[in-house]
């Protein structure tokens, strides 16, 4: 009722129920307690003796707690749940004796034997303050209120540990179940500018809610068997380790990211954003958006990103697994270096300013453009039916003959616009060297070759070389011709050509065009078959060709000066006065 209840001599409970339950304005006791199950309910409550609740529950709700038996005083194997009879009553655990809310101290805590199931501190329905000094407690730990739990200091418990408000730290703080490998769950939203490690061993960790969205922590360690992940905001380093899977939409920010095993982001969108390093040790796997912005990242393992992946670097990006692109993937990087396949669905943009390097098979579901100071290919590049487009000073096809294939356009320029091009040259020259090697990789099935623009205005000199595909070569810096040009398929030279050599060109009846004009003191050469030739600008004009045979269709001529024979066989159609 509401008067006091003391015991001072041995009282024993044990029939019937096996309950002890007592009532009253204050409970204290001096003597050993023992009951298979113990419920007390008062303002405050003493106990100055043992207490043992058996295998049954043991319930204390009171504004003060005091356990003064000694250390492991308090024993049992069923669940524990100390709270306040105030539910506004702050409580203070690990703390001192001096405040005016419920106080449960390190003597009071190192009273509870290991044993108990389960220690619940806190009311479901409480909104009082928590206040946790640290401490270790012997069991599993849930901690209950409507209000913050304050940390201060290191958390260790022996079993599982369920936090399941909002946390504020007060100071660097763990939390560690390692030496049981339990569960640990933060279900509140964990805000403060402190650093916070989290240690459940081969347990899990779970993230109910954001960490340091409010406040950003200074950094986050977290080791589990299993971790579910949500926001986190830290000013310092972030590492996981252990299985990481999102529990929903990411956003990560931080100085530095690390992940020692995998992340799996399921149907969410991932967000990471650095202002060093990003790594990812074990298999990715991206189910919707991802968006990773960093000094530079790296891959260990296997990517697959199901939908639009962006990763922006200011340094160096390493693929070391399989990859694979579901949509459309945009990578901007100082380097980048794949080291086993790519695959793409969507279109691939890649975007360097060094070194672009490919050393597994390329396959493009879609258009693929990439642009670097040097762009090399060492197995397949498989484009099929999508445009390719490569812009680099070095462009370097090493998987040998047929390498790269495709049906629709490839584009090759210079990444630097006023670069010169050598078609069929040595390797390893100041210009972009398209070796003969490099062209006998482009495969039959491509719509055009296309190298240089009409915006390129470096020289482009071509030795002889043959493609299986139709040619076209544009620049406003002209074109030399040094050797035959043989291709499957028209060519078509836009830009000024002169003539190093006596030259053939064979179309096997495709179309040959020169836009501009032709000039050179050699001979030239050019077989049509039953494809057509025009001549856009005037022959000979500055320098006399030697001789000049053409064997076409149809013929658009005009003006043309030799110092020897001129032949053309085919229709003819003056273009201009000719």
């Known amino acids: ?11 024993s409970r044990t029939y019937q129920l096996n309950l002890l339950t007592a009532s009253s304005s204050s409970i204290s006791s001096t003597a050993a307690i023992s009951a298979t199950g113990v419920t007390l309910s008062s303002g405050s409550v003493s106990i100055g003796s043992t207490l043992a609740a058996g295998s049954g529950a043991l319930t204390i709700t ?121 569960n640990i769950t933060l279900g509140g939203a964990v805000s403060g500018g402190k650093a916070l490690t989290v240690n459940a061993g081969s347990g899990t960790v779970t993230f109910g809610s954001t960490v340091g969205a409010a406040t950003a922590l200074t ?67 991206l189910g919707s958006t991802g968006t990773l912005t960093a000094s530079a990242v790296t891959f260990s393992s296997t990517l697959a990103a199901t939908g639009a992946l962006t990763v922006t670097t200011t340094g160096a990006q390493a693929y070391s697994g399989a990859a694979t692109f579901g949509s459309t993937g945009t990578l901007t990087a100082s380097v980048v270096t794949f080291s086993s396949t790519l695959a793409t669905t969507g279109a691939l943009t890649v975007t360097t300013t060094g070194a672009q390097v490919y050393s597994g098979a390329v396959t493009l579901g879609a258009a693929g453009t990439f642009s670097g100071s040097s762009v090399t ?59 003969t090697a490099d062209i006998a990789a482009l495969a039959d099935g491509f719509s055009l070759i296309s190298i240089g623009a009409d915006s390129f205005s470096g020289a482009i000199t071509v030795n002889t070389v043959s493609f299986n595909d139709p040619l076209t070569l544009s620049t406003t810096g002209g074109i030399t011709l040094a ?67 053409v064997t076409a269709a149809g013929i658009t001529l005009r003006s043309v000066v030799t110092s020897g024979a001129q032949s053309y066989t085919g229709a003819i159609t003056l273009g201009a006065a000719t």
Not at 111 to 130: K, Q
Not at 384 to 395: K, W
Not at 404 to 419: A, E, H, I
Not at 520 to 547: D, E, K, M, P, W
């Open 1 to 11: 009722g509401s008067g006091s209840l003391s015991v001072i001599g041995a009282f």
């Open 62 to 182: 009171a504004d003060e707690i005091d356990f003064n038996g000694g250390a492991n005083s308090v024993t049992g194997s069923g669940a524990v749940v100390l709270q306040a009879a105030t539910s506004t009553l702050t409580m203070v655990l690990n703390g001192t004796t001096s405040t005016s809310g419920l106080d449960l101290t390190s003597t009071d805590i190192l009273a509870m034997r290991a044993g108990f199931s389960l220690m619940t501190i806190g009311a479901t329905g409480s909104s009082g303050l928590l206040v946790m000094y640290g401490g270790t407690f012997n069991d599993a730990l849930t901690l209950r209120t409507l209000n913050y739990v304050v940390i201060t200091g290191d958390v260790t418990t022996g079993g599982a540990l369920t936090l399941s408000t909002v946390v504020l730290l007060a100071t660097d703080s763990s939390f560690n179940s390692s030496s049981t490998n339990s």
């Open 219 to 285: 950094s986050l360690s977290v080791t589990g068997s299993a971790i579910t992940l949500r926001s986190v905001t830290t000013s310092g380093a972030q590492s996981y380790t252990g299985a990481v899977t999102l529990g929903a939409n990411t956003t990560l920010s931080g100085s530095s990211v690390s992940f020692s095993s995998t992340l799996a982001a399921g149907a969410f969108t991932f967000t990471s954003t650095t202002s060093a390093a990003q790594v990812y040790t074990g298999a990715v796997t």
């Open 377 to 435: 290919f060492s197995s397949t590049l498989a484009a099929g039916a999508n445009a390719l487009a490569i812009t680099a000073d070095e462009i370097t096809f090493n998987g040998g003959a047929g390498s790269v294939s495709g049906t629709s356009t490839l584009s090759l320029r210079p990444l630097t616009g006023t670069l010169a091009v050598v078609l069929g040259g040595a390797e390893g020259t100041a210009a972009l060297d398209l070796t």
């Open 483 to 549: 050797g035959n040009v043989t291709t499957t398929g028209a060519q078509t030279y836009s830009g000024a050509v002169t003539l190093s050599t006596a030259s053939t060109l064979t179309s096997n009846n495709g179309a040959l065009s020169f836009s501009s004009t032709i000039n050179g003191a050699q001979a030239l050469t050019i077989a049509a078959g039953s494809g057509a030739v025009t001549f856009g600008g005037i022959v000979g004009g500055t320098t006399a060709l030697s001789s000049v045979t």
